[in-house]
């Protein structure tokens, strides 16, 4: 049998594909460390990487379906979907710290916003344990009700990141409007470093630029030994990428039941429009 490949068929296509996995309960997360630079064997915690297990049982990263449903405006459903399925690993394992990326295209709408904060509050128990990373992949339309929601949230527990910084819509100046306790550095900037010397003057200035704000700085993309090497020179407190761990499905994923908040989250952002 001949199984289509997701990455050859259309946007409109991916999309409905990504909606059925949603309302079937196909969406798991798959864990990443975030590793102490002094030790690392020493996990701050565990970035949870949405994948999607299509109806031939094959499994799929986030860039193969993530960007359609953020640009059809389904990113909401997805990053609900997300907080739910994390607070029940939170609740299984109580050792477990686990990170769960917020688009801003979600932090955007004040209604996804309460919405959000209610699933928090109502999961405050574990809130201590999770990081909400914030992802600039679009500007923030209503920057006032995504502090709002931050602010509140970070009052129950949670500690508050900027994933993607350098790159995008994450601007130096999102430092000075939140509370923020953990800055992730872009993994183009690490990247950037087998180009050249200015890759390395790259990535230490913007380093520096997060330390002064924040006492945790996250490099991405750490990939090789020379890339650690460089993040260790440009002063980061944690390194994530492939040459420290690799993604790993989480121990729940078999057993996630479906999670339908689809109502309550297209009746909110018809409210938006």
Same mark, same amino acid.
């Given at each position: 049998?001949?199984?289509?490949?997701?990455?050859?068929?259309?946007?409109?296509?991916?999309?409905?594909?990504?909606?059925?996995?949603?309302?079937? &309960?196909?969406?798991?997360?798959?864990?990443?460390?975030?590793?102490?630079? &002094?030790?690392?064997?020493?996990?701050?915690?565990?970035?949870?990487?949405?994948?999607?297990?299509?109806?031939?049982?094959?499994?799929?990263?986030?860039?193969?379906?993530?960007?359609?449903?953020?640009?059809?405006?389904?990113?909401?459903?997805?990053?609900?979907?997300?907080?739910? +399925?994390?607070?029940?690993?939170?609740?299984?394992?109580?050792?477990?710290?686990?990170?769960?990326?917020?688009?801003?295209?979600?932090?955007?709408?004040?209604?996804?916003?309460?919405?959000? +904060?209610?699933?928090?509050?109502?999961?405050?128990?574990?809130?201590?344990?999770?990081?909400?990373?914030?992802?600039?992949?679009?500007?923030?339309?209503?920057?006032?009700?995504?502090?709002?929601?931050?602010?509140?949230?970070?009052?129950?527990?949670?500690?508050?990141?900027?994933?993607?910084?350098?790159?995008?819509?994450?601007?130096?100046?999102?430092?000075?409007?939140?509370?923020?306790?953990?800055?992730?550095?872009?993994?183009?900037?690490?990247?950037?470093?087998?180009? &050249?010397?200015?890759?390395?003057?790259?990535?230490?200035?913007?380093?520096?630029?997060?330390?002064?704000?924040?006492?945790?700085?996250?490099?991405?993309?750490?990939?090789?030994?020379?890339?650690?090497?460089?993040?260790?020179?440009?002063?980061?407190?944690?390194?994530?990428?492939?040459?420290?761990?690799?993604?790993?499905?989480?121990?729940?994923?078999?057993?996630?039941?479906?999670?339908?908040?689809?109502?309550?989250?297209?009746?909110? &952002?018809?409210?938006?429009?």
């Amino acid at each position: 049998m001949n199984v289509p490949s997701i990455y050859e068929e259309p946007a409109l296509s991916r999309i409905a594909r990504t909606k059925s996995a949603l309302s079937e &309960g196909r969406i798991f997360a798959a864990r990443q460390g975030v590793h102490d630079v &002094g030790n690392t064997g020493k996990l701050l915690y565990s970035e949870c990487l949405a994948r999607m297990i299509d109806e031939w049982g094959v499994v799929h990263s986030a860039g193969a379906f993530v960007p359609y449903l953020e640009g059809a405006g389904g990113a909401a459903v997805l990053d609900h979907y997300m907080l739910e +399925l994390i607070f029940q690993e939170l609740a299984s394992e109580p050792d477990a710290v686990l990170g769960c990326n917020l688009s801003a295209h979600t932090l955007s709408n004040p209604d996804h916003c309460a919405l959000l +904060l209610d699933s928090i509050q109502h999961h405050r128990i574990a809130a201590s344990r999770l990081i909400l990373e914030v992802t600039e992949t679009a500007p923030l339309h209503y920057p006032a009700a995504a502090q709002e929601f931050l602010k509140a949230a970070r009052a129950t527990g949670c500690r508050i990141a900027i994933d993607d910084f350098g790159a995008g819509y994450a601007a130096p100046s999102r430092l000075l409007d939140v509370a923020v306790d953990i800055v992730k550095i872009d993994a183009s900037f690490t990247h950037r470093i087998l180009r &050249g010397h200015d890759g390395r003057g790259s990535l230490y200035h913007i380093v520096g630029l997060a330390a002064c704000a924040v006492p945790i700085v996250v490099v991405e993309g750490v990939e090789t030994e020379e890339h650690m090497q460089a993040a260790l020179a440009a002063g980061a407190t944690h390194l994530q990428g492939y040459l420290l761990s690799r993604p790993t499905h989480s121990p729940l994923h078999h057993s996630y039941p479906a999670y339908r908040p689809l109502r309550r989250l297209v009746r909110a &952002g018809r409210k938006k429009q």
